[in-house]
């Protein structure tokens, strides 16, 4: 059956056809995502849902979306979507980071020009028949000083213009890199230096927990007197009540405001204001921007559904289209490792380590770790995939450890998963050759060389002879098919264990009959079942 999208809010027919082009089914119902019964009807029947900022992905519309996979955002701002609630669900959610920076970056230096010489109010004051040459007395941006707060997709290219302009640009972001900065030809700052030496301040800097309410009163007071403050990237970051104050008393002379703390905005204290530069959320409101953003979000949500890439999500690691073909037998074996030890561990796990060696460390490490994560908890957690994996084990408080080494052994790469107890360390190992099947190589620090087969039994029993004899008898006179085994050992008379590949999975009622035996360790569940990983 072919992937089903719908489009819930209005793109570009291009971005339409694209879907169709990769075989997927399209519904496009522009104006659904206004109607939130309707569209809480419908998205039942959906594996993707493509959108924009009207449609609101709310938690009592993902419970209803069965079949849904992706939700894609045309645009950068996914405030629109209960990210937890998709990510518990299972449900990436992508957005399109990159379509409308230039728009957004352009329209923030806009906003630094119109403040530098009150173009708007020039403008309608002209328009009035008035000829106010006197009044609107302007500024020259060439010297001056702009603090970026936000150096990333969109910040970098604020940044660049502003050195384009010959301004002094200085930024903040924990994550500029010194070499990056050189680049780029800005200075980095701590964030009270920047308020402290910038004549201009443009934010572009997501709303978190961290930067909301990043400019308030307290702020303000650490900056020049004649500030100009620009708000191109998120209502939130600013105090509005606080900027209103600052821009009454003089101490910040202009501000250009695209994003509010409620949107839309009907009023705000800001509006009227002489000084204030105000447009309706349009950085990224231009046409090449809204066809960028749609195109882009629709070849992502294809690759995803017919290839299994996967592309800016917000929750889940990219995997890009030419990885993919090489990761996914990875993928899978992660999978499966996270799968064995999630079945033959009762115990409330309580730590993770997942070691990469060899090739495997140059891989897509955050994938493989969601890969591993999501078997892991299988057992307890049926419907768990790699996007609600780390959700789930940071809600059971389980502490998760990725280590990458140089290859140290015979093989090129291999994973290695050990989980800790309160009262034991369990680990096994992995690796895939070149016919891209999982096997096992090391299984309770045992060296084995298995194939993973769909149904497989495990035991574990002190060395000794009789065990093998023991486990066909009571395959045999229940009538279970042996189709292969695989044996290992630590040392003569030491640990052993044994892997009986099965044709079809081993019943309940025969387990309890190995399990009371005194020569088979009757701790362990003995049932493995590729089918659950």
């Known amino acids: 059956m072919a992937p089903r999208v719908l489009v819930s809010d209005k793109l570009s027919t291009t971005a339409v056809q694209i879907f169709k082009n990769h075989g997927i089914e399209v519904d496009y119902l522009p104006d659904l995502g206004k109607d939130k019964e309707k569209l809480l009807e419908v998205i039942g029947q959906y594996d993707g849902l493509a959108i924009r900022s009207a449609t609101k992905v709310t938690e009592k519309l993902i419970n209803a979306a069965t079949r849904l996979k992706v939700v894609g955002r045309a645009g950068i701002g996914v405030d629109n979507v209960d990210i937890p609630a998709a990510s518990r669900r299972g449900i990436i959610v992508m957005n399109t980071p990159f379509g409308n920076s230039i728009t957004t970056a352009e329209h923030a230096v806009a906003m630094i020009f119109a403040l530098a010489r009150q173009i708007p109010e020039a403008n309608a004051s002209t328009h009035a028949g008035k000829w106010e040459k006197n009044r609107f007395m302007g500024i020259e941006i060439t010297g001056k000083t702009l603090g970026v ?30 070499s990056r900065a050189e680049e780029l030809g800005v200075v980095k700052v701590e964030l009270d230096e920047l ?163 060899g090739s495997t460390a140059t891989m897509n490490t955050r994938a493989l770790v969601s890969a591993t994560l999501a078997g892991l908890i299988r057992p307890q957690v049926s419907d768990v995939n790699m996007v609600s994996a780390p959700i789930m084990v940071k809600e059971r408080g389980i502490i998760v450890a990725e280590v990458k080494r140089d290859k140290s052994g015979v093989f090129d790469g291999y994973i290695k998963l050990t989980v800790k107890t309160e009262h034991m360390t369990r680990s096994i190992a992995g690796t895939c050759f070149s016919d891209h099947k999982p096997r096992f190589i090391q299984i309770k620090g045992i060296n084995l060389d298995a194939e993973v087969g769909q149904h497989m039994l495990y035991t574990t029993n002190a060395d ?58 009757s701790a362990k569940p003995l049932h493995f079942d590729v089918g659950a990983a």
């Open 195 to 357: 308020f402290a030496r910038a004549d201009f301040i443009t934010l572009h800097t997501p709303l978190t927990d961290k930067t909301r309410n990043i400019i308030d009163a307290a702020a303000i007071a650490k900056m020049k007197d004649g500030v100009r403050i620009i708000n191109c990237a998120r209502g939130g970051l600013v105090v509005e009540a606080d900027l209103v104050a600052a821009l009454k008393s003089g101490k910040v002379a202009g501000a250009g405001v695209d994003v509010f703390e409620v949107e839309p905005a009907e009023s705000n204290p800001l509006f009227g204001m002489e000084n204030v530069v105000a447009t309706p959320h349009l950085g990224a409101s231009t046409t090449e921007a809204q066809e960028n953003v749609a195109l882009q979000v629709a070849e992502q949500m294809s690759d995803y559904l017919i290839k299994g890439a996967v592309s800016n999500a917000i929750n889940m690691p990219s995997i890009t289209a030419e990885e993919a073909p090489r990761l996914k037998p990875f993928v899978k074996l992660a999978e499966v490792l996270g799968a064995f030890v999630g079945q033959v561990t009762e115990d409330p796990i309580k730590e993770v380590e997942i070691l990469f060696d």
């Open 464 to 521: 000794a002879p009789g065990i093998i004899g023991l486990l066909g008898t009571v395959c045999g006179e229940n009538g279970v098919n042996i189709a292969n085994f695989q044996l290992g050992r630590n040392r003569p008379g030491g640990d052993a264990i044994a892997l009986l590949y099965l044709d079809a999975p081993f019943p309940e009622k025969v387990l309890d009959q190995l399990r009371a035996h005194k020569s088979i360790d």
């Open 149 to 178: 707060v936000g150096c990333g997709n969109i910040g970098s290219i604020v940044a660049t213009r502003g050195v384009g302009l010959k301004m002094h640009v200085i930024a903040f972001d924990p994550f500029l890199s010194d």
